[in-house]
């Protein structure tokens, strides 16, 4: 499966981003696989942000960003979403999307969002 996220950007604090995440290129179809965010700050692990059923119910979310983002997906337009409202500057940090099924994985390259006034 290819990944393709977009939408990141510099926005300031309190502010909003939504970030998408296209996929093309897969096995199955795409309401098969799980999807997640995933995200990256310098020198930090990679941790993971929110997370969607293939179904696309129950989403789980880190409990830093609980209240404030929200992940959905479109299985028409094959594209899962990351709406980030009241954003602080420890948001920072490079977003990755991942969709899984049973073993497999893939990742995107990631996009960039920078929080700061």
């Known amino acids: 499966v290819q990944l393709v996220e977009s939408g990141g950007g510099l926005v300031q604090p309190g502010g909003s981003l939504r970030l998408s995440c296209a996929a093309s290129?897969?096995?199955?179809?795409?309401?098969?696989?799980?999807m997640s965010w995933y995200r990256q700050a310098p020198g930090k692990e990679r941790e993971l942000v929110a997370r969607?059923?293939?179904?696309?119910?129950?989403?789980n979310y880190a409990d830093s960003v609980k209240g404030r983002f929200t992940i959905s997906r479109d299985n028409a337009k094959n594209t899962v979403y990351l709406q980030m409202n009241s954003l602080k500057p420890e948001d920072t940090a490079v977003y990755y999307c991942k969709c899984s099924l049973l073993r497999y994985e893939s990742w995107g390259q990631g996009t960039q969002v920078t929080v700061s006034s």
């Open positions: 969607i059923s293939s179904a696309g119910g129950s989403p």
């Open positions: 290129r897969f096995a199955f179809s795409f309401s098969s696989y799980a």
